[in-house]
């Protein structure tokens, strides 16, 4: 399901992605859900690229439904972009490299000058 991505859960999330030092991208996905499949190659390559600047982690919405529902996660997949352990902007549906890369390159540079 999620391909090469590291993945998180509702016991290491905080760990995982709330204190990180790094910004982190978290694809809520499920493994019934063809676009997840579609996108997981995408976000490997972009975690590939940009690492040092961005992590990436997968999250299986059916075996963590209490960040799920934390974060209001009501379609699959959503990315949630995460600064500082805040939420700084969402993407829901598969979209191409260039359109992830776009929504998410001002939050790296932004955290990156901090």
Known sequence: MAGTLPTTSDA????DVLTS???VL???????CPPCRMLAPVLARI???LAGRLRI????????PLTTRAYGVMG?????LFV???????LTG????????????PHLAAAAAR
Not at 12 to 15: E, M, P, V
Not at 57 to 64: G, K, S
Request: proline share 6%.
């Open 76 to 80: 699959m997949p959503t990315m949630a």
């Open 57 to 64: 982690v997968a999250m299986d919405v059916d075996e963590n």
């Open 21 to 23: 030092d790094l910004p």
């Open 84 to 90: 500082d352990g805040e939420v700084v902007t969402t």
């Open 12 to 15: 290491t999330f905080r760990d």
């Open 26 to 32: 978290v694809e809520f996905t499920a493994t019934w």
């Open 94 to 105: 598969a979209r191409p490299q260039a359109v992830i890369l776009k929504t998410v390159e």
């Open 47 to 49: 975690a590939a690229d």
